[in-house]
């Protein structure tokens, strides 16, 4: 018999019993194949990010960041700001990049099964998602993450073999690049010129000037928010390489993860409570020292992205870790599985509801809806995402027990595959 050892044979040329495999058409993760873990963190991830996110929606851009932006915070206003900053700020953003890590390894064993290749498959799932992206971006809110997940998905896809221990080094490596490239405001402070400082400290403490044009676009009509969105926008992606290195290390650490099986549910309880305990144990205090650090520099520009964003920075990465931990031993329990499972579905549902927070906010508080834009302090802002929870909370379960997949879910599917995909149960 004629060896094939080293030839590139099409399908035709395979052994018969081997074509079937080969030409079976790819199609869809099916929902009995899904690792329900995932879909749980990744729900928790997804409400989690409304609490942060809804201070970009309702508030001028430099407080989200900076609770001092338009005053001093005082009262529920500032207590809110440290609850916020501690449990979620960052931490629900890396959790959600490490899940889509994961999930892109999930993607490509699926794919890799059904046809025996990923590669065109992965890179047209990310291209849609790039179109998506931008859709999202100009067109409904400044803050998306879209675009970012789609570039970071096609550069991660050729670490889909690398081992875990490189992947987390190399996540390290990542992670630093940001942590030094802002590191370098404090070395080139006094290099740079008076019209590059006073830029740079008017977008963390703007002047009243920058504050008034920012509330008139977004109090005034659809029109006059999408000029400064589109503006907003573009100039987040023309900085997208300076954080895309944080994104891209978070997802390796996610793909790391599922590989060591940590993100499949696979370790035991013990070991999902000794890894939540290490991640809010060096997490929270960090970011907690950080907090009192800015406040006590009058949240300065100079120190906060030299040193003071540094604390919560690397913090978040380990209490995102104790997230993990803890959803897993929640997982592993009995302890109210009703909204596990509801989270699990909210989950599932990832793409839809992400959108739908930007729809329902964008309502809320641009002036083409109800205009509530910079009017609400932040703990009324949290009364709002309790409500878009429970929204959320309640259709997500409904809507899957009657379709197989949410909305923007089919979509994407539908465009990836390029077939019409299946969407009613029955």
Request: hydrophobic share 50%.
């Amino acid at each position: 018999m004629e060896s094939t050892e080293g030839q590139d044979l099409t399908p035709d040329q395979l052994p018969e019993e081997t074509q079937e495999f080969v030409k079976k058409p790819v199609a869809p993760v099916s929902s009995t194949n899904r690792i329900h873990f995932l879909d749980e963190i990744r729900g928790f991830a997804l409400l989690g990010i409304l609490v942060m996110n809804i201070q970009n929606f309702s508030m001028i851009l430099a407080s989200y960041m900076n609770p001092n932006a338009q005053g001093v915070a005082v009262g529920m206003d500032k207590i809110t700001y440290i609850f916020t900053h501690l449990f979620t700020d960052m931490k629900m953003m890396s959790l959600f990049s490490m899940l889509f890590g994961a999930g892109m390894l999930l993607f490509i064993e699926k794919a890799k099964e059904k046809r025996g290749k990923s590669i065109g498959l992965h890179h047209k799932r990310m291209f849609w998602l790039l179109i998506l992206g931008l859709i999202h971006a100009y067109f409904i809110w400044r803050g998306d993450i879209l675009v970012m997940y789609a570039i970071c998905g096609v550069i991660i896809y050729w670490f889909k073999n690398a081992s875990p221990n490189w992947l987390i080094i190399t996540a390290v490596v990542f992670f630093l690049i940001v942590a030094s490239f802002l590191y370098s405001v404090e070395l080139f402070w006094d290099f740079m010129e008076e019209e590059q400082q006073v830029s740079m400290v008017n977008s963390f403490q703007p002047d009243q000037e920058t504050i008034d044009e920012e509330v008139t676009a977004y109090t005034g009509s659809w029109l006059d928010s999408h000029k400064k969105r589109v503006y907003e926008s573009s100039q987040n992606h023309l900085a997208i390489f300076v954080f895309i290195w944080r994104v891209l290390a978070n997802m390796l650490i996610g793909m790391a993860l599922f590989k060591m099986g940590i993100l499949k549910g696979d370790r035991s309880r013990q070991f999902y409570k000794r890894f939540m305990l290490i991640g809010f144990g060096i997490g929270f205090p960090l970011i907690s020292v950080g907090i009192i650090q800015n406040f006590a520099h009058n949240w300065d520009t100079r120190y906060f992205f030299a040193y003071g964003f540094q604390f919560n920075y690397f913090g978040s990465i380990f209490v995102a870790l104790g997230y993990i931990g803890l959803i897993a031993l929640w997982s592993k329990s009995e302890f109210l599985a009703d909204l596990k499972r509801r989270l699990a579905a909210v989950g599932r549902m990832a793409f839809t509801n992400y959108i739908l927070q930007s729809i329902i906010c964008t309502i809320i508080f641009y002036g083409f809806g109800f205009g509530l834009f910079n009017q609400l302090g932040r703990f009324p802002q949290q009364l709002i995402v309790l409500g878009i929870w429970g929204i959320q909370l309640a259709i997500s379960p409904w809507w899957l027990k009657r379709y197989r997949f949410g909305p923007l879910e089919w979509l994407w599917r539908t465009l990836t595959y390029g077939k019409r995909q299946p969407m009613k149960r029955f």
